[in-house]
């Protein structure tokens, strides 16, 4: 009777203890893949520039980009943090 007992404690410590294991593995397979899945987006946002050219991004989230005649208030041949893509070629800036 008292071996019995005991046995069923142990399974119950064991199961747990593969529970806490098996949850372990699948937290760290989403963390894995979610750390994939940002590192994959950034590198396929990142705009592949030439030597000596830059993008600047604003505060806003939008680029510096020129600007000809892009609006009814603008000037010809100005600029604006206005443009969300980084691979326009308005966008890009030699120095």
Do not use: E
């Amino acid at each position: 009777m008292w071996k019995s007992s005991n046995f069923n404690y142990i399974n119950v410590i064991l199961s747990i203890s593969l529970l806490f294991f098996l949850i372990k593995i699948v937290l760290l397979t989403i963390l894995c893949l979610l750390l994939v899945g940002v590192q994959t987006a950034i590198t396929a946002i990142k705009p592949t520039l030439k030597p000596r050219t830059v993008n600047i991004l604003g505060d806003n989230g939008m680029y510096l980009a020129r600007c000809n005649g892009c609006g009814p208030g603008s000037f010809a041949d100005s600029a604006g943090v206005h443009d969300p893509n980084s691979n326009d070629s308005w966008a890009i800036w030699t120095i």
